[in-house]
């Protein structure tokens, strides 16, 4: 595949944890990276509000070709169902039009999408899946998705992610969300039916590197092989921690949320161009992460 002059990321949604993942990785090589804040102002970021800002507001400079990656949204899947028309209008119409500003100015997309496009009745979703998704969420991207594709005419990237490992004690993400369930000495529920693949956020970092790199254009899932209900994560953390599980009840999703709204099993086929990506699998995320949980 041929390669052309390096490509300069705009990471809409650097304030995130995937979106700071992706600019602490991409700054690091390159200083002219851009990335952007909505609420969640931070150092080197640059305030970008998806339903008020237009691209002029980032100064991008001529002289440089650049990549924009779409990791801005709305996400809290509760708020989403309870509220799809607000949240639409941020992750859906707001964002088709920085997709239609950005594909003016000729500059190529990544958009950062979920295992929530699918109906999670089965698991074992393929990239060329069309069965409908169930959350608003996952509708709201599988709209996305297709607005992304029609204005670009096809010629833009989408990344299809499961639920991320961030990093051990620093954030809210699977692994730390159970180990301090299992610390507070609390009952802790853990649904036996919610099951996806559970993928390490230094692996996704690799990946959107890997699409740049090829300039890669259509649709790609990308997740860890390794398949996990919530139960065996919990059970695997609390034998990792010597801590007992006696206080882990094995339950139903829907004894929490019986709104059929939730996706349950979202897991995912990887597309063949990750054929040879060397996975981090979750002993070993769990094992680096021990030292943080066990201060």
């Not at 990544?110 to 979703?125: A, H, K, L, M, Q």
């Not at 499961?162 to 529920?189: F, H, P, R, W, Y």
């Not at 890669?216 to 139960?231: A, D, E, H, W």
Request: glycine share 6%; aromatic share 8%; hydrophobic share 35%.
């Amino acid at each position: 595949m041929e390669k052309t002059q390096q490509l300069t990321p705009i990471i809409f949604g650097a304030s995130g944890l995937l979106g700071g993942h992706l600019f602490e990785h991409f700054y690091t090589k390159d200083k002219h990276t851009i990335g952007t804040y909505s609420s969640n102002e931070k150092a080197q970021l640059t305030k970008f509000d998806l339903v008020e800002d237009h691209l002029d507001i980032l100064k991008l400079q001529t002289s440089h070709k650049y990549v924009a990656i779409i990791c801005a949204s709305l996400t809290n899947i509760g708020y989403i169902n309870s509220n799809p028309d607000e949240s639409f209008a941020i992750n859906v119409s707001a964002t088709e039009n920085l997709i239609r500003s950005l594909y003016d100015k000729q500059i190529p997309i990544i958009f950062i999408s979920s295992d929530n496009v699918f109906p999670g009745r089965t698991g074992g979703y393929a990239d060329n899946n069309q069965e409908a998704p169930v959350s608003e969420y996952g509708v709201q991207k599988r709209e996305l998705e297709s607005r992304l594709m029609d204005i670009t005419h096809g010629n833009s990237c989408i990344l299809r992610l499961a639920k991320i490992i961030g990093e051990a004690g620093q954030d809210g993400t699977i692994l730390n969300d159970i180990v301090k369930q299992l610390k507070s000495g609390n009952e802790v529920k853990a649904a036996s039916d919610l099951i996806f693949n559970p993928t390490a956020i230094s692996d996704i970092v690799s990946a959107v590197e890997k699409l740049i790199s090829e300039r890669r254009k259509g649709t790609y899932n990308f997740c860890n092989p390794q398949i996990f209900s919530r139960l065996d994560l919990t059970n695997m953390l609390a034998s990792s921690l010597d801590i007992g599980n006696s206080h882990i009840t094995d339950i139903k999703f829907s004894e929490l949320d019986n709104s059929g709204k939730r996706p349950l099993n979202t897991t995912m086929i990887n597309s063949t161009i990750f054929d040879d990506f060397k996975f981090t699998d979750v002993e070993t995320c769990i094992q680096k992460g021990l030292y943080s949980w066990c201060k």
